[in-house]
T-cell receptor, first 116, second 114 residues
Framework: AQKITQTQPGMFVQEKEAVTLDCTYDTSDQSYGLFWYKQPSSGEMIFLIYQGSYDEQNATEGRYSLNFQKARKSANLVISASQLGDSAMYFCAMREDPLAGNQFYFGTGTSLTVIP | EAGVTQSPTHLIKTRGQQATLRCSPISGHTSVYWYQQALGLGLQFLLWYDEGEERNRGNFPPRFSGRQFPNYSSELNVNALELEDSALYLC?????????????FGQGTRLTVV
């Protein structure tokens, strides 16, 4: 079974509008971390935001927020006030207990295009 | 502080040759991860090293191998190169413990097999 599922291969959003990128995950662990990364066309991976499984508040970082619904095992990324520079691939990732021998799992990504 | 560095940036090899990719993690990071990203696709997990040991391996053939050195830098070797090995190879490092420690990525090595 896929650990991380991103069902939207491509998304379009008008500049200055908000957009939600979907991510669902699969784990039987109680403790885990969820991450979102941005990959511009240059190829570098940029860390955006983190959510811990025990965090009660949704994480926010500037224009990025993470809509965490634990019971549904979803961790959607919300980008507010989209900018042209937000056009990139976005990857959702999960880290289970590293001491148990697990590593980062990444989804297949969502390509976001911001339209002027 | 220096980030994760990978070398070379670009590498062109012919089919059947061997390729060696290198990665230097952030100072203090003992875990190194390798991922393959074929054009337009997601990240496929290759290998995870921590404290010099291979901790986990993805679903890749044995001709993909690597190692981690005492200074925590790492090397990925790909033997008997095939055309479909052409991809961006990303290295990431992180602290080994703590669920809230993100992985920091290098800029990648773009391997082209002709």
């Amino acid at each position: 079974a896929q650990k991380i599922t991103q069902t939207q291969p491509g998304m379009f959003v008008q500049e200055k509008e908000a957009v939600t990128l979907d991510c669902t995950y699969d784990t039987s662990d109680q403790s885990y971390g969820l991450f979102w990364y941005k990959q511009p066309s240059s190829g570098e991976m940029i860390f955006l935001i983190y959510q811990g499984s025990y965090d009660e508040q949704n994480a926010t970082e500037g224009r990025y927020s993470l809509n965490f619904q634990k019971a549904r095992k979803s961790a959607n990324l919300v980008i507010s006030a989209s900018q042209l520079g937000d056009s990139a691939m976005y990857f959702c990732a999960m880290r289970e207990d590293p001491l148990a021998g697990n590593q980062f799992y990444f989804g297949t990504g969502t390509s976001l295009t911001v339209i002027p | 502080e220096a980030g994760v560095t990978q070398s070379p940036t670009h590498l062109i090899k012919t089919r059947g040759q061997q390729a060696t990719l290198r990665c230097s993690p952030i100072s203090g990071h003992t875990s190194v991860y390798w991922y393959q990203q074929a054009l337009g696709l997601g990240l496929q997990f290759l290998l995870w090293y921590d404290e010099g040991e291979e901790r986990n391996r993805g679903n890749f053939p044995p001709r993909f191998s690597g190692r981690q050195f005492p200074n925590y830098s790492s090397e990925l070797n790909v033997n008997a190169l095939e055309l479909e090995d052409s991809a961006l190879y990303l290295c990431a490092s992180s602290l080994p413990t703590g669920l809230n420690t993100e992985a920091f990525f290098g800029q990648g090595t773009r391997l082209t097999v002709v």
